[in-house]
C-alpha cells in the first residue's frame, strides 16, 4: 500500500479521493502496478471493473499488524465487529454480520486465504507472510456466490522464489508483547519450489480483572504455520499446494459491568481456535485457446467461545448493595467446522482485444456440529448442520469498439441444507439461487478506465436453532441484493498519481437481520436469557461513494488517502425485538428508515511516507470513523473516532528496525456494544449500554533482517 503528506492529503479530501498502495521508502517514484489475484484473471487494479482496495505486505508490516482487523479501517466502507478477542466479523457498504451464538450462520462477506474459504472463522485472519489482502466492495454473485453478498476479502501470501530469500523479524511491546516471524523459500530442484513460513504472537492484552487481580485475561496466544510448494513439471503445468496450521488461544473477557476495561469476572471466558486447512491449485494451459483451472481446498476448525455471562463474581450482593438478586452462569461454544470446496474451470487465452470467456462448476460442502455447555441447561445443547452448494457459472467480454467492452456474468446456485439437534427439531431446506452481473467499460484516451456496472448477489436463508424462538420463525429466508454502480479511475500527474473512485447504489430484498427475545431463567422475572434469532425484513437501501488516491509526491515522500461515504436506511421493517416494541401495547417498533448496523456515515484515512535521508524513514497515519449502530434493535452507537499512528526506521543493509505506535492519542474505541438489556443486580438489571473497547495506545519496536 503507499502513503501521503497530511498537508497534500488534506487538500486532496477536498477533491475526490482514492486509494493507494503505500510501498516501502525505497521503492521507484513511479505508482507500481497492483494485480488482483480474486478476479478470473489476474487483473490491474487500475483495469478492474468494481470498486476495491488492495493492502499490501509494506502497510501490513508498517502498522506491525497481527490480524486483518488492524488494516481494515484502511479500506473505504468496511467495517468490523468483535464480541470476541479479535475483530472477526466483517461488514461491507453496512452488509454483515457482528456475533454468532447458538444460530449456524450464513456470512455476507467471503474470507479466501490462498484459495481457502474461511468464510465464517475470521479468527484465523492472521498476517504471516500475507503478500497482499484484496477487498472487492460489492457482491460477488459470479465469482463466489452465496456467501459473497456484500463483498469479498482475498488474502494472498507469498509464492515461493526462484532464488534462495530468508527473513527473521522479533518484535516487543506494550503489556508484555512478544512477536516472532521466520519465512525461508527458495528452490529445491529445477522444477520445484518451497516457501516455509511461522509466526507467534503473545501478549497480555489490555483488560485487567479486579476480582482476580490480573491483568492478562484478555491475553492473545497467537501461532501460525504456512508451508508452500509450487510445482512445474512442464512450460505448460504448475501446481501449487498450500498448508496451513493456525493455533489461537486468547482470552475474553471484554464487557464490564462498569463500562471500563477493568472487570469483575471469577470465570474470565477464552476464545480458542485450531485450524488445519490446505489447497491445491493446478494451471494447465491446454492450447493456445484456452487453460484449465482446477482448485480443492479443505479446512478443519475447532473452535471454542466461552464468556463469564454475569461478568461478575459469587458475592457481588454481598460486598455491594443489589436491588436484584444476583446469578452466577457461564455460557461456552464448541464447534467443530469442515470445509471442503472443488473449483474447476476453463479460461480463454485472449488477447485484449479479443473475446474472452470463462466457464466453471463449484462444489462446496460444509458440516457444522456445536455443543453448547450452558449453566442454566439441564444438558449439553447438541445441534448439526450441513450444507451443500452446487453452481455452474460463466462469463463473456466481449469488446465492441476499439475503447469500448461488455462483460456478462452469471452463476446458478442450488443449495441443500440438514439441520437437527438435541432438542428433536430437524430442518431440510432446499433451495435455487442466481446472481451476476453486466459491465460496460471505456477506456479512456489517457489511459484511464470509466466503468458502469450492474450486479446482483444473494445469500441463503437458513434455520435458527433456539427452540424458544416461535416456529414461525425457527426458518428464514434468502436475501438477494442488486448493485448498481459508477466508476472513475485514472492516472495523473506524469502517471505518478492514481485516483479511484466509485458511485453506488444497492437494493436489498427480504433482508437478513439478527433480532432478540428476552427469557427468563425461571418464573417471569429478570436475570434472563438474551436469545438472538435471524428473520427478514421487507427490504434495506443504500448508496455511497469510495474514492482512494494514491501519490508519490517526489523522491522523497509517498501518500495515500481514502474516504468512504454511505448512507443506509430499512424500508418497512417492523422490528419484533423486545427492546424495540412498544412497552404499553405490545406492538412491533416501525424501522422504516432507520440506519442499517455498522454502518457509519463516513470514513477516511491520510497517510505519509517520508524518506529521510539515505537511511531513516518515517510514516504517519490518520484513520477516523463515524459514529454509527451497533444493532437493528436497540439504539446503542459505536463513538466516532480519530486514530493516529506513527513509525520511524532506520535501515542499514539486511536490517530495518522500527519503532511503532498505534493509537497514539490513546481514544477509547467501541468495537462491540450493547444497549438491549442489563446485567448488573446493583441496579435492578435496568437495561443500560455496554462497550467493549478496542486497543488502546500501543507502542513496540521491531526489527528485521533480510537474509
Same mark, same amino acid.
Given at each position: 500500500?503507499?502513503?501521503?503528506?497530511?498537508?497534500?492529503?488534506?487538500?486532496?479530501?477536498?477533491?475526490?479521493?482514492?486509494?493507494? /498502495?503505500?510501498?516501502?521508502?525505497?521503492?521507484?517514484?513511479?505508482?507500481?502496478?497492483?494485480?488482483?489475484?480474486?478476479?478470473?484473471?489476474?487483473?490491474?487494479?487500475?483495469?478492474?471493473?468494481?470498486?476495491?482496495?488492495?493492502?499490501?505486505?509494506?502497510?501490513?508490516?508498517?502498522?506491525?499488524?497481527?490480524?486483518?482487523? #488492524?488494516?481494515?479501517?484502511?479500506?473505504?466502507?468496511?467495517?468490523?465487529?468483535?464480541?470476541?478477542?479479535?475483530?472477526?466479523?466483517?461488514?461491507?457498504?453496512?452488509?454483515?454480520?457482528?456475533?454468532?451464538?447458538?444460530?449456524?450462520?450464513?456470512?455476507?462477506?467471503?474470507?479466501?486465504?490462498?484459495?481457502?474459504?474461511?468464510?465464517?472463522?475470521?479468527?484465523?485472519?492472521?498476517?504471516?507472510?500475507?503478500?497482499?489482502?484484496?477487498?472487492?466492495? %460489492?457482491?460477488?454473485?459470479?465469482?463466489?456466490?452465496?456467501?459473497?453478498?456484500?463483498?469479498?476479502?482475498?488474502?494472498?501470501?507469498?509464492?515461493?522464489?526462484?532464488?534462495?530469500?530468508?527473513?527473521?523479524?522479533?518484535?516487543?511491546?506494550?503489556?508484555?508483547?512478544?512477536?516472532?516471524?521466520?519465512?525461508?523459500?527458495?528452490?529445491?530442484?529445477?522444477?520445484?519450489?518451497?516457501?516455509?513460513?511461522?509466526?507467534?504472537?503473545?501478549?497480555?492484552?489490555?483488560?485487567?480483572?479486579?476480582?482476580?487481580?490480573?491483568?492478562? &485475561?484478555?491475553?492473545?496466544? +497467537?501461532?501460525?504455520?504456512?508451508?508452500?510448494?509450487?510445482?512445474?513439471?512442464?512450460?505448460?503445468?504448475?501446481?501449487?499446494?498450500?498448508?496451513?496450521?493456525?493455533?489461537?488461544?486468547?482470552?475474553?473477557?471484554?464487557?464490564?459491568?462498569?463500562?471500563?476495561?477493568?472487570?469483575?469476572?471469577?470465570?474470565?471466558?477464552?476464545?480458542?481456535?485450531?485450524?488445519?486447512?490446505?489447497?491445491?491449485?493446478?494451471?494447465?494451459?491446454?492450447?493456445?485457446?484456452?487453460?484449465?483451472?482446477?482448485?480443492?481446498?479443505?479446512?478443519?476448525?475447532?473452535?471454542?467461545?466461552?464468556?463469564? +455471562?454475569?461478568?461478575?463474581?459469587?458475592?457481588?450482593? +454481598?460486598?455491594?448493595?443489589?436491588?436484584?438478586?444476583?446469578?452466577?452462569?457461564?455460557?461456552?461454544?464448541?464447534?467443530?467446522?469442515?470445509?471442503?470446496?472443488?473449483?474447476?474451470?476453463?479460461?480463454?487465452?485472449?488477447?485484449?482485444?479479443?473475446?474472452?470467456?470463462?466457464?466453471?462448476?463449484?462444489?462446496? &460442502?460444509?458440516?457444522?456440529?456445536?455443543?453448547?455447555?450452558?449453566?442454566?441447561?439441564?444438558?449439553?445443547?447438541?445441534?448439526?448442520?450441513?450444507?451443500?452448494?452446487?453452481?455452474?457459472?460463466?462469463?463473456?467480454?466481449?469488446?465492441?469498439?476499439?475503447?469500448?467492452?461488455?462483460?456478462?456474468?452469471?452463476?446458478?446456485?442450488?443449495?441443500?441444507?440438514?439441520?437437527?439437534?438435541?432438542?428433536?427439531?430437524?430442518?431440510?431446506?432446499?433451495?435455487?439461487?442466481?446472481?451476476?452481473?453486466?459491465?460496460?467499460?471505456?477506456?479512456?484516451?489517457?489511459?484511464?478506465?470509466?466503468?458502469?456496472?450492474?450486479?446482483?448477489?444473494?445469500?441463503?436463508?437458513?434455520?435458527?436453532?433456539?427452540?424458544?424462538?416461535?416456529?414461525?420463525?425457527?426458518?428464514?429466508?434468502?436475501?438477494?441484493?442488486?448493485?448498481?454502480?459508477?466508476?472513475?479511475?485514472?492516472?495523473?500527474? /506524469?502517471?505518478?498519481?492514481?485516483?479511484?473512485?466509485?458511485?453506488?447504489?444497492?437494493?436489498?430484498?427480504?433482508?437478513?437481520?439478527?433480532?432478540?427475545?428476552?427469557?427468563?431463567?425461571? %418464573?417471569?422475572?429478570?436475570?434472563? /436469557?438474551?436469545?438472538?434469532?435471524?428473520?427478514?425484513?421487507?427490504?434495506? /437501501?443504500?448508496? %455511497?461513494?469510495?474514492?482512494?488516491?494514491?501519490?508519490?509526491?517526489?523522491?522523497?515522500?509517498?501518500?495515500?488517502?481514502?474516504?468512504?461515504?454511505?448512507?443506509?436506511?430499512?424500508?418497512?421493517?417492523?422490528?419484533?425485538?423486545?427492546?424495540?416494541?412498544?412497552?404499553?401495547?405490545? #406492538?412491533?417498533?416501525?424501522?422504516?428508515?432507520?440506519?442499517?448496523?455498522?454502518?457509519?456515515?463516513?470514513?477516511?484515512?491520510?497517510?505519509?511516507?517520508?524518506?529521510?535521508?539515505?537511511?531513516?524513514?518515517?510514516?504517519?497515519?490518520?484513520?477516523?470513523?463515524?459514529?454509527?449502530?451497533?444493532?437493528?434493535?436497540?439504539?446503542?452507537?459505536?463513538?466516532?473516532?480519530?486514530?493516529?499512528?506513527?513509525?520511524?526506521?532506520?535501515?542499514?543493509?539486511?536490517?530495518?528496525?522500527?519503532?511503532?505506535?498505534?493509537?497514539?492519542?490513546?481514544?477509547?474505541?467501541?468495537?462491540?456494544?450493547?444497549?438491549?438489556? %442489563?446485567?448488573?443486580?446493583?441496579?435492578?438489571?435496568?437495561?443500560?449500554?455496554?462497550?467493549?473497547?478496542?486497543?488502546?495506545?500501543?507502542?513496540?519496536?521491531?526489527?528485521?533482517?533480510?537474509?
Amino acid at each position: 500500500m503507499k502513503s501521503v503528506p497530511f498537508i497534500s492529503a488534506v487538500l486532496a479530501a477536498a477533491s475526490p479521493l482514492t486509494w493507494a /498502495q503505500v510501498g516501502s521508502p525505497s521503492s521507484s517514484n513511479f505508482v507500481e502496478e497492483i494485480l488482483v489475484t480474486a478476479d478470473f484473471r489476474p487483473t490491474s487494479l487500475a483495469d478492474l471493473e468494481g470498486s476495491a482496495t488492495v493492502i499490501d505486505s509494506d502497510t501490513l508490516r508498517q502498522r506491525d499488524a497481527r490480524h486483518l482487523e #488492524q488494516v481494515l479501517n484502511l479500506a473505504p466502507n468496511v467495517n468490523f465487529a468483535s464480541g470476541a478477542s479479535r475483530g472477526r466479523h466483517f461488514q461491507i457498504r453496512g452488509i454483515g454480520e457482528r456475533s454468532q451464538f447458538v444460530e449456524p450462520g450464513n456470512p455476507s462477506v467471503g474470507l479466501l486465504v490462498d484459495g481457502i474459504d474461511m468464510t465464517g472463522i475470521g479468527g484465523a485472519a492472521t498476517t504471516l507472510d500475507i503478500q497482499q489482502v484484496e477487498v472487492l466492495r %460489492g457482491p460477488q454473485g459470479t465469482l463466489f456466490g452465496a456467501n459473497a453478498l456484500a463483498g469479498m476479502i482475498n488474502m494472498v501470501s507469498a509464492s515461493p522464489s526462484e532464488t534462495f530469500t530468508g527473513q527473521v523479524e522479533a518484535g516487543l511491546g506494550e503489556h508484555d508483547s512478544r512477536a516472532f516471524e521466520a519465512v525461508a523459500s527458495g528452490p529445491m530442484s529445477e522444477r520445484l519450489g518451497y516457501r516455509l513460513a511461522y509466526s507467534g504472537y503473545r501478549s497480555d492484552g489490555f483488560q485487567s480483572n479486579h476480582f482476580l487481580d490480573t491483568d492478562d &485475561n484478555g491475553d492473545f496466544d +497467537e501461532q501460525t504455520l504456512r508451508a508452500k510448494l509450487r510445482w512445474q513439471p512442464g512450460d505448460d503445468w504448475q501446481l501449487d499446494l498450500t498448508g496451513l496450521h493456525v493455533d489461537i488461544d486468547n482470552g475474553y473477557d471484554a464487557f464490564s459491568l462498569d463500562n471500563t476495561r477493568t472487570t469483575l469476572s471469577d470465570e474470565p471466558g477464552h476464545d480458542r481456535q485450531k485450524t488445519l486447512a490446505g489447497s491445491a491449485r493446478l494451471n494447465w494451459y491446454a492450447g493456445e485457446t484456452f487453460r484449465v483451472e482446477a482448485l480443492l481446498s479443505r479446512s478443519d476448525a475447532d473452535l471454542e467461545y466461552g464468556y463469564d +455471562e454475569d461478568w461478575s463474581f459469587v458475592g457481588l450482593c +454481598e460486598e455491594s448493595e443489589c436491588l436484584a438478586p444476583g446469578y452466577s452462569s457461564f455460557d461456552n461454544y464448541l464447534r467443530d467446522r469442515k470445509n471442503t470446496t472443488v473449483d474447476l474451470r476453463l479460461v480463454s487465452n485472449n488477447a485484449t482485444d479479443e473475446t474472452g470467456w470463462v466457464l466453471g462448476a463449484y462444489y462446496r &460442502n460444509e458440516a457444522q456440529s456445536l455443543r453448547r455447555v450452558y449453566s442454566f441447561l439441564e444438558e449439553d445443547f447438541l445441534r448439526d448442520y450441513d450444507t451443500g452448494n452446487r453452481a455452474l457459472y460463466g462469463q463473456l467480454d466481449v469488446p465492441l469498439a476499439a475503447r469500448l467492452k461488455l462483460t456478462a456474468g452469471l452463476r446458478y446456485e442450488q443449495r441443500e441444507a440438514d439441520y437437527s439437534d438435541s432438542d428433536g427439531a430437524t430442518f431440510a431446506p432446499e433451495e435455487a439461487m442466481w446472481g451476476g452481473k453486466l459491465s460496460l467499460a471505456y477506456r479512456l484516451p489517457g489511459g484511464g478506465l470509466a466503468y458502469g456496472l450492474v450486479s446482483r448477489g444473494y445469500k441463503a436463508g437458513g434455520v435458527n436453532s433456539n427452540p424458544v424462538v416461535p416456529d414461525s420463525q425457527r426458518e428464514f429466508d434468502t436475501e438477494t441484493l442488486w448493485n448498481y454502480e459508477l466508476g472513475l479511475k485514472t492516472s495523473l500527474v /506524469q502517471n505518478r498519481l492514481d485516483l479511484h473512485a466509485a458511485l453506488f447504489f444497492q437494493d436489498r430484498d427480504d433482508v437478513q437481520t439478527n433480532q432478540s427475545l428476552v427469557h427468563p431463567f425461571e %418464573g417471569e422475572s429478570c436475570p434472563c /436469557q438474551f436469545i438472538d434469532y435471524t428473520t427478514n425484513a421487507t427490504a434495506g /437501501q443504500s448508496y %455511497g461513494l469510495e474514492t482512494e488516491l494514491n501519490w508519490d509526491v517526489n523522491h522523497f515522500v509517498r501518500a495515500f488517502a481514502s474516504l468512504g461515504v454511505l448512507e443506509t436506511r430499512f424500508d418497512g421493517f417492523l422490528n419484533f425485538s423486545h427492546v424495540n416494541a412498544d412497552p404499553e401495547t405490545g #406492538q412491533p417498533f416501525d424501522m422504516d428508515g432507520h440506519d442499517l448496523p455498522q454502518a457509519p456515515n463516513h470514513q477516511l484515512s491520510l497517510g505519509t511516507v517520508f524518506q529521510l535521508g539515505e537511511r531513516w524513514y518515517a510514516r504517519v497515519e490518520m484513520e477516523a470513523k463515524d459514529a454509527y449502530f451497533f444493532s437493528s434493535r436497540h439504539e446503542e452507537k459505536a463513538n466516532a473516532y480519530e486514530l493516529f499512528h506513527a513509525r520511524i526506521g532506520y535501515q542499514a543493509a539486511n536490517w530495518d528496525i522500527a519503532l511503532w505506535g498505534r493509537n497514539l492519542a490513546n481514544e477509547d474505541v467501541m468495537v462491540r456494544g450493547f444497549g438491549s438489556f %442489563g446485567n448488573d443486580p446493583r441496579k435492578g438489571y435496568a437495561v443500560e449500554p455496554y462497550h467493549q473497547f478496542g486497543e488502546p495506545r500501543f507502542l513496540g519496536v521491531t526489527a528485521r533482517h533480510e537474509l
